[in-house]
């Protein structure tokens, strides 16, 4: 599957979203959320949480329907998060290293929205989908005094170009603030009858199926 028209496609249907009469009409998303990881992903990742953040384009179409384009980034930590560790250090502020794993995906997605209200307030169902990238990798990651960052791949596998699909409702408490679940189902790349965590550096990833529980958090602007 070749990404770029794919992700051309996806980026132009939402620079064409139908406009109604009046610019303040359509309006711009921004939102974090976290992901629970379900099924053979859980296993994978440990069952820790994926954490991102989405931008996005909301236009009404009627009192009820709405559309909305979306660009979102979520990452997964592999192995073991070391918090304890780290809180400690920080607090010391003393300098560190570690190795992480890391599951990250790229998201375009295009959503059909249902208000059962008016459309600006009270609960809504959507649904859609979109094109996904995702990729496992390996970092050496240095912190330094002053809790400075800084990261160094050391290795990378190949990348899942992928559709993904979901469903899920929300509420909306005022004409701005919103929150919401959904289902995701996407995939990405895995050693057969692997663990992430044990994937060797030379391995042939295959397709494996996913599901997420992601909770949002936004507002509209």
């Not at 459309?119 to 979109?130: E, K, N, R, V, W």
């Not at 912190?143 to 699909?165: C, H, K, L, M, Y």
């Not at 408490?173 to 057969?192: D, H, P």
Request: with cysteine.
């Amino acid at each position: 599957m070749h990404l770029r028209p794919v992700l051309l496609a996806a980026v132009l249907s939402g620079a064409l979203l139908p406009l109604r009469a009046g610019a303040d009409e359509l309006r711009c998303i921004l939102a974090v959320h976290s992901a629970l990881p379900m099924a053979k992903l859980a296993t994978d990742v440990d069952g820790q949480l994926g954490f991102g953040v989405t931008l996005g384009l909301h236009q009404p179409l009627s009192d009820r329907f709405a559309v909305r384009a979306s660009a979102s980034w979520t990452g997964y930590r592999v192995d073991d998060r070391n918090l304890w560790s780290q809180a400690f250090l920080t607090l010391m502020d003393a300098s560190y290293a570690e190795d992480r794993m890391v599951l990250r995906s790229y998201a375009l997605g295009m959503d059909l929205v249902l208000h059962l209200g008016d459309g600006d307030s009270g609960a809504y169902f959507l649904g859609g989908g979109g094109v996904q990238r995702s990729r496992l990798y390996l970092e050496q990651v240095e912190v330094t005094e002053g809790n400075r960052e800084i990261r160094d791949s050391r290795v990378s596998w190949p990348a899942a170009d992928t559709p993904f699909f979901s469903v899920g409702m929300g509420y909306q408490s005022n004409a701005s603030a919103f929150i919401e679940g959904r289902f995701v189902f996407w995939r990405y790349n895995a050693v057969a009858g692997t663990r992430l965590l044990d994937t060797p550096p030379q391995g042939r990833p295959t397709l494996r199926d996913a599901a997420s529980l992601v909770l949002t958090v936004g507002a509209r602007f």
